[in-house]
């Protein structure tokens, strides 16, 4: 919540971030709360993976907050709908993870983990905005009347438990308006977890309301399922922060954060019967470049072939009615052409332009491609005259065409239509 300017500070060599609230919030008492307490939970803490507040002010009866610059961008742009490296995922976790012990320690709870309040940028991640959060202590010395200092000035619609914030990413408690603590955050956290792996929020409905309701009552998919790249460690680890009792979760973010710093110092301690396991349902290694440029390079040649049956239109016309005695499937074959030309542009263009979405649209018009493909198969009959027994052999590898582009854009994109993490990601991609 706010507009962030960048800024040169003039007493000190350095660049800040300036945030001010925007111009029609000035006035909003429950803007300027939770303004006023983001800068007080962000200067109690001082940790490398917390954005730092510099100082806070008033230019011209505007709020500000002066901040670290950062230079980067926010977890959800880098997440963008598809899985990211394991590796990097867990690296990002341990250090949010960092964070939260931090900020628990000093009694202050965020409340909202969610991917846009995660900053990456080459020196690490960065957790902002504290401006939901729940400040139990202050100094991180145990005191109830410090503690509901700010809370009791909170605005009515604060202070009443009504929901605040973006419900995509709250835990079960938080959305029941009951009490909340760390292992809060830790369920946020876990589902920021889900979404690096996955590429998505297995929460997400059409509407606030059915979101709401999927995280009260639904079991997200087993992550291997979506990201068999994924090991059973750290499915466990995700599932265990996603647990819908608080009880049943990491007892805090120490705990948690010990399992993960567990994982990724010691990711490849498995039995010699886990490895050969994991060794057997790990995908193929391939290069999504690699992937990408097979796919797209089989487009082009559907193109050469449909732009040859086009201009030989007279030719195939005559051939099929020397050899069937009819037009009919010299005329099928010129509409395979025709209806599968848009096909192979946009596929082309879209893995041109490497479109993340790619891999469920595809699934979504195989069936159509498949029929198309098959009946394109037959095209060689044409030419049983100049090809003898090699027609045979032209139509099995024209048959064998739609499955290997499912292959090759599914290892590319994934089934579900997100960058698959199970292959190796090559710079060039």
């Given at each position: 919540?706010?507009?962030?300017?960048?800024?040169?500070?003039?007493?000190?060599?350095?660049?800040?971030?300036?945030?001010?609230?925007?111009?029609?919030?000035?006035?909003?008492?429950?803007?300027?709360?939770?303004?006023?307490?983001?800068?007080?939970?962000?200067?109690?803490?001082?940790?490398?993976?917390?954005?730092?507040?510099?100082?806070?002010?008033?230019?011209?009866?505007?709020?500000?907050i002066a901040m670290e610059f950062l230079d980067g961008s926010n977890l959800k742009n880098v997440i963008n709908g598809r899985p990211i490296e394991i590796e990097r995922m867990v690296r990002i976790s341990v250090e949010i993870a960092r964070a939260l012990e931090?900020?628990?320690?000093?009694?202050?709870?965020?409340?909202?983990?969610?991917?846009?309040?995660?900053?990456?940028?080459?020196?690490?991640?960065?957790?902002?905005?504290?401006?939901?959060?729940?400040?139990?202590?202050?100094?991180?010395?145990?005191?109830?009347?410090?503690?509901s200092e700010l809370d009791e000035t909170a605005p009515p619609s604060t202070a009443s438990g009504l929901l605040i914030g973006t419900v995509d990413y709250m835990a079960p408690e938080q959305l029941q308006s009951g009490p909340v603590d760390t292992r809060t955050d830790l369920f946020a956290l876990g589902l920021v977890m889900y979404e690096m792996a996955t590429g998505i929020n297995p929460f997400i409905g059409t509407t606030a309301s059915s979101t709401i309701a999927n995280i009260l009552k639904d079991i997200p998919e087993a992550v291997t399922h979506r990201n068999p790249s994924v090991s059973v460690h750290l499915e466990a680890i995700i599932q265990k922060c996603l647990r819908k009792d608080p009880d049943e979760r990491y007892p805090s973010a120490r705990a948690l954060l010990s399992d993960l710093t567990q994982l990724s110092i010691e990711p490849r301690r498995l039995s010699a019967t886990q490895q050969a396991q994991t060794v057997a349902a790990s995908p193929l290694e391939v290069s999504r470049y690699l992937?990408?440029?097979?796919?797209?390079?089989?487009?082009?040649?559907?193109?050469?072939?449909y732009g040859a049956a086009l201009y030989k239109l007279q030719k195939l016309l005559q051939v099929s009615m020397q050899l069937f005695g009819s037009h009919t499937f010299g005329i099928l074959v010129l509409a395979d052409a025709v209806l599968g030309t848009p096909f192979r542009i946009y596929f082309f263009t879209a893995l041109a332009f490497d479109f993340g979405d790619i891999g469920r649209q595809f699934k979504t018009v195989f069936p159509a491609i498949l029929i198309l493909d098959l009946m394109w198969a037959s095209t060689p009959l044409l030419f049983q005259g100049q090809l003898q027994g090699l027609f045979i052999l032209c139509s099995g590898a024209l048959a064998f065409l739609p499955l290997s582009q499912k292959t090759l854009i599914y290892t590319a994109y994934g089934q579900t239509g997100g960058r698959s993490s199970g292959i190796r990601h090559d710079s060039r991609s």
């Open positions: 919540m706010g507009v962030v300017y960048k800024a040169e500070d003039l007493k000190l060599p350095r660049y800040v971030a300036l945030k001010f609230l925007p111009d029609n919030l000035t006035k909003d008492r429950q803007a300027l709360f939770r303004f006023r307490r983001e800068a007080y939970a962000a200067s109690a803490l001082n940790h490398p993976n917390i954005c730092t507040v510099y100082d806070v002010g008033d230019a011209d009866g505007r709020a500000f931090t900020a628990h320690a000093k009694g202050i709870i965020h409340r909202d983990i969610k991917p846009a309040n995660i900053f990456i940028s080459m020196a690490g991640s960065k957790l902002l905005d504290f401006g939901l959060a729940k400040l139990q202590y202050i100094g991180g010395v145990a005191s109830p009347s410090a503690a992937a990408r440029s097979l796919f797209m390079l089989v487009q082009i040649a559907y193109l050469i072939m």
